[in-house]
């Protein structure tokens, strides 16, 4: 049975008329926008009328933009992100990024990164995946060596006599190498780039437009066509994906994303292309796995099903053909007539081919036909007087017609789609419930009453019945037609119990706000001819950003208030004051300089114009709506509007965003304030370190002015404290009465630097302002410091060790300076150099070292430096200390002879005992025990005995000694 298509036509505004097909025309789908330029001709940026332009129009021929191509590269390709930003490709790869209105955008590194031979010969742009086909000449790197082969030749003939020149290598004929290239995710800042084959072997192509190429990806997600899925289960997606927790703002507006198709979820490893290329007999199949060819004939045009499961090629010399996505099984295969080759071939849904095919006569006007292949048997073809594109939606085929000179008619947009099932149900002969009920609204207008008993038999069924009358209002171009579906459903849900499990009554409306929404986006000033599935498809958050980013923000406000979404409608107006912004009128440029060089600079001076925008937003604060002020202000402060930008900033709650831009207008006083009442410790740091990195001469003055400032001004002298000592010093001095603190920020300088003279002018200042502030006990401990250092630095200039001997190689790099004074005497003590003793001493009587701690840093010193007969002989003079240290010390350099004689010498038996016990010599220890005949004794040495040995020979001395 055949598939019933029909047709819906929409004139074209004026501006259309100036529009010819022989140019490069990229149209966004879904409705979108419509590029178009010259074709693979070289665009030189130029000023005034001259140079080459690129225009956009709506979906209905709208003139939006016109704007200068701004390279000198050739345009090769366009085509329309999922975010309608207009993709344009050079042939030497560079890519640039523009919005409908001709702006600039810079959303990644706009680059293919060729070789410099290498060029584009054409590119396919699917969503957010660039697919491009490459040429590079191979004879460049063969070139290079031959130049230097005969540069090497002649540097060897040079000089010599009647020097034949030898024969030059005739000229290589030209080999190059072909790749395909893949970029995934162009629109975003992140994208993967990767090839994906190189083929060889291929003849010259003359004519890039005739080489094909189109790709798709095997793992298709179930909501990217339509097929894929039943109306209910459409619905049921369109409901999750209209709800308002799926909005995601990412950065900025134009990059709003959902939880549907909008996300790049497939890998480039899934991804499978095609390529037929001008008298090659077949196709190219490149996955990531490599590159196959299939043998079919001379390809002049391929396409992909909307549901990806088919491919439709047209061979040269014989006609179409339908495989399958291999190319190993045709599906089936048409011939025609026609001695022409078809321009264009898209799909029409899942069931029919539409090809466009341009016929030129000499004596007659040309023709063009639409040709509208169904089945073997339904070949329709459609004759045209104007030149025609197409374009091949989700759910059927755009059709675009040239204004036809010799006529005063409009050109028209034709939608060409399948009819919906619930059209069938309401406008033909059967016997559905949707039917039944249509033709009972139908009785009821033109007789006035219906049969009451006819209703009641459908009564089960009148759910099913209200909502086909429901859908095919909503797949409906025509107003008549959707008002009487409407009207069929408000007349059959009366019919409907309030608690029916099968139909809720909220669906009327459901289905009302979804067509008055439809009919308001087909209106000719907003020009976005969309279908009830290509709506479901978008969702509500991404017709709201399509209309936003048109700058049809009172639309989009209405929407959003329509449903109720409240992140969204915050988003559209940020991208209206935005707007807004760049229309009012800027500050002049010296304006612009006095608020950049003088940080006091204040201009609360609005224009009528500002002063109406910063009403109307405030109005909308007051009205509970989500208002992103500072992002506003930022907007305002780029384009040069800094008494608005001041204003919205004052407007801004949230500190931690207000005060970086108060920053930027130069209100530092005013950052500081809005800092110390936030009692953010991050932000409080934020303003201040901005302060002191101006001038910190005028913070200290700033912090010193209000007692409030506290808590910054201790933020910023910890923050000096560890990393900036010099402004920490100059923020003290600018005070009169922080001599102490600072002081001790010399003290703190003296242990952080290496340098002996700052160290020493370190200590000076310190005990200058120790001094000023009557700080007795640090002005001493800063003088002796300075008296020690004084002393190290004489003893590094005048006891230089000797370099014969290996003893005195270890001393040869150590430096007293830096050292305490106990480590300064050990040090002097170690090296055994009697001038550096008798220094020791001089240092021991000028620093009042009591005697105790003399001995023990002498015995200390004598035992590093292994002089052990030199220790003994110090043993036998009186001892302040007893000859414990001794024998410790004899014990951790393991000089156990010595710590022998040293435990003869200690008369405290305890002492004794442990000093035993660290020897590890038990018997001596229960020796001392016996002796005593002390239970104590024996306690105190069982607690120290080293192992289990020793407490066991313990225990039987002790049972021995029957205590």
């Not at 006569?361 to 639409?370: C, M, T, V």
């Not at 204003?647 to 207008?665: A, D, G």
């Amino acid at each position: 049975i055949p598939v019933p298509y029909q047709k819906f036509s929409f004139d074209m505004n004026d501006d259309w008329k100036s529009v010819t097909f022989d140019h490069m025309i990229a149209v966004a789908p879904n409705g979108g926008p419509i590029a178009i330029a010259r074709k693979h001709t070289k665009f030189y940026a130029t000023s005034g009328n001259l140079g080459k332009h690129i225009l956009v129009y709506s979906g209905i021929g709208q003139k939006i933009a016109k704007f200068l191509w701004p390279d000198k590269e050739t345009l090769i390709y366009m085509g329309w992100t999922i975010d309608e930003n207009l993709l344009c490709l050079t042939r030497k790869g560079r890519i640039y990024f523009f919005s409908m209105f001709g702006e600039k955008k810079n959303i990644m590194s706009h680059d293919c990164n060729l070789d410099p031979k290498e060029e584009i010969l054409t590119a396919r742009l699917k969503k957010n995946t660039l697919v491009y086909f490459t040429k590079r000449d191979k004879r460049v790197h063969q070139q290079q060596q031959m130049a230097e082969q005969r540069k090497s030749k002649s540097i060897l003939s040079f000089g010599k006599k009647n020097a034949q020149p030898e024969n030059e290598p005739e000229e290589m004929t030209p080999q190059y190498e072909h790749c395909i290239r893949v970029i995934e995710g162009v629109s975003f800042r992140k994208c993967d780039k990767m090839s994906f084959g190189i083929i060889e072997n291929l003849p010259t192509i003359n004519d890039p437009n005739e080489v094909v190429i189109d790709f798709f990806y095997k793992e298709v997600v179930s909501d990217n066509f339509f097929d894929s899925a039943t109306d209910d289960d459409m619905e049921s997606d369109a409901d999750e994906m209209l709800s308002e927790q799926n909005v995601q703002p990412i950065g900025e507006f134009n990059l709003l994303q959902t939880n549907t198709q909008y996300k790049s979820r497939n890998k480039l490893e899934n991804l499978k292309i095609y390529l037929a290329v001008p008298n090659i007999e077949g196709v190219y199949i490149a996955t990531h796995q490599g590159v196959d060819f299939r043998k079919i004939g001379v390809i002049k045009l391929l396409c992909l099903s909307p549901q990806q499961k088919y491919v439709a090629v047209y061979v040269e010399g014989f006609g179409l053909i339908v495989f399958d996505t291999d190319i190993k099984k045709s599906q089936d295969k048409f011939t025609t007539s026609l001695q022409t080759v078809p321009q264009q071939m898209v799909w029409c849904k899942n069931s029919m081919i539409c090809m466009y095919v341009p016929i030129k006569q000499e004596s007659k006007a040309h023709r063009h036909i639409l040709l509208f292949v169904r089945t073997k048997d339904d070949i329709k073809p459609l004759n045209f007087n104007n030149p025609l594109h197409i374009e091949q939606d989700c759910d059927g085929v755009r059709i675009f017609m040239q204004h036809y000179n010799r006529s005063n008619a409009k050109a028209k947009m034709i939608l060409w789609q399948k009819v919906p099932q619930e059209l069938i149900t309401l406008y033909t002969t059967n016997t559905e419930p949707g039917k039944k009920l249509y033709q009972f609204y139908k009785d009821y207008t033109i007789k006035g009453q219906s049969n009451i008993n006819e209703m009641l038999a459908i009564e089960n069924e009148m759910p099913m019945a209200v909502t086909t009358c429901l859908k095919a209002a909503a797949m409906s171009f025509d107003v008549r037609l959707q008002k009487e579906a409407l009207r069929a459903a408000s007349y059959g849900k009366d019919f409907i119990n309030s608690d029916s499990l099968y139909f809720k009554h909220t669906d009327f409306d459901y289905y009302c706000r979804i067509l008055r929404v439809l009919n308001a986006l087909r209106q000719p000033d907003i020009g976005i001819i969309m279908s009830y599935h290509q709506f479901m498809r978008e969702g509500k958050e991404k017709v709201i950003h399509r209309l936003t980013h048109r700058n049809k923000h009172f639309l989009s406000f209405k929407l959003c208030d329509y449903w109720n979404l409240h992140t969204l409608r915050a988003l559209v107006l940020h991208h209206w004051a935005c707007t807004k912004i760049v229309e009012v009128p800027s500050n002049s440029l010296e304006a612009r300089a006095q608020a950049m060089t003088n940080s006091e600079w204040v201009d609360t001076t609005l224009t009528d114009d500002e002063y109406a925008l910063v009403a109307v937003l405030k109005d909308q604060r007051d009205r509970g709506q989500l208002i992103y002020f500072a992002d506003i202000a930022e907007h305002a402060i780029e384009s040069n509007k800094l008494s608005l930008a001041l204003n919205l900033c004052m407007l801004e709650t949230n500190t931690i965003k207000q005060v970086p831009l108060l920053q930027r207008l130069g209100k530092h006083n005013l950052a500081l304030d809005k800092a110390i009442h936030s009692f953010n410790t991050d932000v409080i740091y934020q303003v201040v370190l901005d302060l002191k990195n101006t001038n910190i001469d005028r913070v200290s003055e700033l912090l010193r002015s209000n007692a409030e400032y506290t808590l910054a001004r201790k933020l910023l002298i910890s923050y000096c404290r560890q990393n900036d000592l010099g402004s920490l010093k100059q923020f003290y001095k600018a005070y009169q009465d922080q001599q102490y603190n600072l002081g001790m920020t010399f003290v703190h300088e003296y242990f952080t630097t290496n340098k002996q003279d700052d160290q020493v002018k370190a200590l000076v200042d310190a005990e200058a302002n120790f001094s000023i502030a009557s700080a007795s006990l640090e002005t001493t401990v800063v003088q002796q410091q300075k008296t020690l250092l004084e002393r190290q630095m004489y003893i590094d200039d005048n006891f230089k060790p000797d370099t014969n001997g290996d003893d005195d190689m270890q001393y040869e790099s150590e430096s007293f300076v830096g050292l305490s004074l106990n480590e300064t005497i050990i040090r002097c003590i170690e090296r055994g150099d009697a001038k550096l003793m008798d220094f020791a001493n001089k240092l021991r009587k000028e620093f009042k070292v009591p005697d105790k701690r003399y001995w023990y840093l002498k015995i200390s010193a004598l035992a590093r430096g292994e002089k052990w007969d030199v220790l003994s002989s110090f043993a036998k003079s009186k001892s302040p200390v007893g000859y414990v240290p001794f024998a410790k010390i004899a014990i951790a350099f393991e000089q156990l002879n010595h710590a022998r004689d040293y435990i003869k010498l200690v008369n405290d038996p305890m002492d004794k005992i442990e000093l035993y016990m660290q020897l590890g010599e038990v018997d001596a220890a229960i020796s001392i025990c016996q002796n005593r005949k002390s239970v104590e004794l024996f306690q105190f040495a069982n607690g120290l005995a080293p192992s289990k040995e020793g407490r066991v020979k313990l225990a039987e001395a002790y049972k021995q000694m029957n205590l």
